[in-house]
Nanobody
């Protein structure tokens, strides 16, 4: 089984910064894509940023220039550095990981979510 544990959410003022972390553990052979998604009240879950094993990154237009996704393959950890936060960034942020179990079956797993609130 695969577990994803997120941390780093919280309350921050507009213009502030937060760094989210997500550690992936379990019976894993390898992790391909890792990403961060968010879901605001009344809205659908949307991609914020993703990163492949070889460090190719993708960003939502709404966060380009303000967020940076990175990963440490040795630690099975993905990070999201968020700067210049805006009230519109308020949401529950979810970590996602896709890869292969040590049984050679694929997995696509989610974390439990961490709340980010941007407010003065």
């Amino acid at each position: 089984q695969v577990q994803l544990v997120e941390s780093g959410g919280g309350l921050v003022q507009p213009g502030g910064s937060l760094r989210l972390s997500c550690v992936v553990s379990g019976s894993i052979l390898g992790i391909n894509d890792m990403g961060w998604y968010r879901q605001a009240p009344g809205k659908e879950r949307e991609l914020v940023a993703s990163i492949t094993y070889h460090m190719k990154t993708t960003y939502a237009d709404s966060v380009k220039g303000r967020c940076t996704i990175s990963r440490d393959n040795a630690k099975n950890t993905v990070y999201l550095q968020m700067n210049s936060l805006e009230p519109e960034d308020t949401a529950v942020y979810y970590c996602n990981a896709k890869g292969t179990l040590n049984t050679w079956r694929p997995f696509d797993s989610w974390g439990q979510g961490t709340q980010v609130t941007v407010s003065s």
